[in-house]
C-alpha cells in the first residue's frame, strides 16, 4: 500500500518515500502561504531561485540576528559570526575569503588521503556505520585544516555536539552540551591558529593569508568560521554518505557499476545529491516587502525553502525520480543552495564521500541493514539498524 504523503515540507525530511509529495509541490504555485506551518513556502526550481537570489531574503530574521535560546552563550558568540547566518558586509568578506581558500584544496590528494583513512575504519556494523557517517567526513576536515590525527576523534565528538545548538528540535541537556563543544571547539582552533606557521599547505594556512587581503583580522570572526566549517561539514555529509548508501541498496544495478568504474563516485554522489539531498530545506526571512512574480511577502515574514523540491521539479529535470547513472549529464544539485549562500564546500564534501564509498562499499555488501531517518526538520540521515529493509 503506498504511503500517506507527508502532512508538510518539514515532516516530508524525514518521511520514508516523500519524492512523489515534492514533485507535486514543484507543480504548484513557487511561492505560497503554508496555514498550518504559517509562513510562505517556496517550491520548485523558480521559487527557490527567486527567493535565494532576492536580496530582501535575508538567513536571518532583522530583529534577531542569534535565536533567543542562545543569546549571549558561547554558541551565540559564533553563531552570530558565521558566514551562514548573517547577510551584507559582515557575510561578503568572509564568504570570499572562505570560498577562495576552500576553491584551493587539492581535491585528488584529499580523495586520495580521505580514501585511507576510510579503509582504515571499514564498519562492520550497523552501529558503526552510524557513527562512521559522522566521523569520516570531520576527520578528513580536521586534517585538512591541519590537526594532528589524535584530535580528530575529540573534534568530531565536539562538532557534534555543537550541531545541536542548531536544531530546534534539541532539549536542555543537548543544548549545554552544545555550550561546552562550543568552547572546546574555540579553544583548539586558537590553538591551531598560533601554529599556523608550522602548518604550511593547510588549509588553515590558506585561510589566514587569504583573509590577509581583504583585512579579515576580526579573530572571533576568524574563529567562529573556522567552527563552521566543521559544523557546516557534519550532518549534511552525514546525510549525503547514508543517502548514498540508501541509493547501493535500492538500485541494485549500481553496486557493481561503481564496482567497474570507482572514478565514478564524484559524478554519481552529485546525483544522489539531487535524487535524495541530504539537506531538504532551509530558511529566509523578509527583511522588506517583498513581490516576487507578483506574490507579495510582508516584511518580517518566514519562507521555508525547499531545495528538495527543486531537486525533483520535472519542469527541470526530465525524470526526477530517476537516479541518473554514472556517463548520463548529471543534473543541477539545488541540495547545495544556490545564490549568495549557495555551498562553498560541494567538490570537497563530493571528494571526501568519494572516498569513503569507495573504501566502504564492498565491506557492506554483506552487512544486513535497515534504516530510518534521524528526527530533523532539514537534514535527511538514515539511521541504519541490523536487518533487511521492510
Ligand atoms: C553533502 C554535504 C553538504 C551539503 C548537502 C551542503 C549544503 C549546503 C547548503 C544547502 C547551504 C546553503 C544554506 C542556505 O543557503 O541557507 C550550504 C552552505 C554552506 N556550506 Fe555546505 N553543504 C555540504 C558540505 C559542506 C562542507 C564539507 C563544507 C565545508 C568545507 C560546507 C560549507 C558551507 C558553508 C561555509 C556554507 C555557508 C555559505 C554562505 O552562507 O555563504 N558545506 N551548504
Redesign the pocket.
Known sequence: MPLADPAHPLAAVTHAAPYAYYRRLAEGPPLRFDAQLDCWLATGMAGVRAV?EHPDCR?RPVSQPVPDTLAGTPCGAIFME?????DGER?AVP?QV??QA?GQVDLARLQAQTLQMASDHVPASAAQLNDALFQL?LFA?AD?LGFAPAQWPALAARTRDFVACLSPLSNVAQLAGAQEAADALLQGFSRLLREVDALPGSLLAAIVTEAEAPGWHAAGSLLA?LV???S??CE??A???GNAIVALRTQPALHAQMRAAPQSWPAI?REV?RHD???HN???YTAEDVDIDGVRVAAGQMIV?V?ASACHDAGAHAEPDVLQRPGSPMLATP????????????S???A??AACMQAWADGLEGLPLAWTYRPSLNARIPIFSQGARS
Open positions: 535565494l538567513v558565521l558566514v551562514r547566518m548573517n557575510h564568504k572562505l570560498a576552500l567526513p576536515m585538512l568560521n563552521g566549517l566543521l557546516q561539514t549534511a555529509t546525510g549525503m554518505l554522489l545529491s539531498p541530504a539537506i532551509t530558511r529566509r525553502v531545495l541540495g547545495f543552495g544556490h545564490g549568495r549562500h549557495g555551498c562553498p564546500g560541494q570537497i564534501a563530493h571526501i564521500a
